[in-house]
C-alpha cells in the first residue's frame, strides 16, 4: 500500500490550502484515512481523520476551520484548511488503516504546509 499526498505549500494567515492523498495498491478494506502533523521539536499529532463509513474526527484545533472528506471509490481523502494560521505551519503527514492480510497502518511522506504572518 502507498500513500500519495499533494496540496502543501507557503500561504499567508487567513489563506486556505486543501490537501489530497490517495491511497494505491492490493487495498481489501479501508478503517480510516486522515492527516496527522508534525512541527520541529513537536511529537505527531492527529489533525482530522474520516472512516470508511465516513464518521469523521477532528482534532480541537482543527475543528470549524478544517474540513476533511473522502472518496471512497478513488481511495482518496482531501483536507480542506481555511483560516490558517501560522501554527498551523508543519509537514502533514496522510495515515491510513486498512485490511491487507490483516489490519496494518500506512504512512505518506509528508507534505510541507507553512503559513506565514
Known amino acids: 500500500v502507498q500513500l500519495q499526498a499533494s496540496g502543501g505549500g507557503l500561504v499567508q494567515a487567513g489563506g486556505s490550502l486543501r490537501l489530497s492523498c490517495a491511497a494505491s495498491?492490493?487495498?481489501?478494506?479501508?478503517?480510516?484515512m486522515g492527516w496527522y502533523r508534525q512541527s520541529p521539536g513537536k511529537q505527531r499529532e492527529l489533525v482530522a481523520e474520516i472512516t470508511g463509513g465516513g464518521s469523521t474526527n477532528y482534532a480541537d484545533s482543527a475543528k470549524g476551520r478544517f474540513t476533511i472528506s473522502g472518496d471512497n471509490a478513488k481511495n482518496t481523502v482531501y483536507l480542506q484548511m481555511n483560516s490558517l494560521k501560522p501554527e498551523d505551519t508543519a509537514v502533514y503527514y496522510c495515515?491510513?488503516?486498512?485490511?491487507?492480510?490483516?489490519?496494518?497502518?500506512?504512512w505518506g511522506q509528508g507534505t510541507l504546509v507553512t503559513v506565514s504572518s
Open positions: 495515515h491510513t488503516r486498512v485490511w491487507v492480510s490483516g489490519w496494518s497502518n500506512y
Open positions: 495498491g492490493t487495498i481489501f478494506s479501508i478503517n480510516v
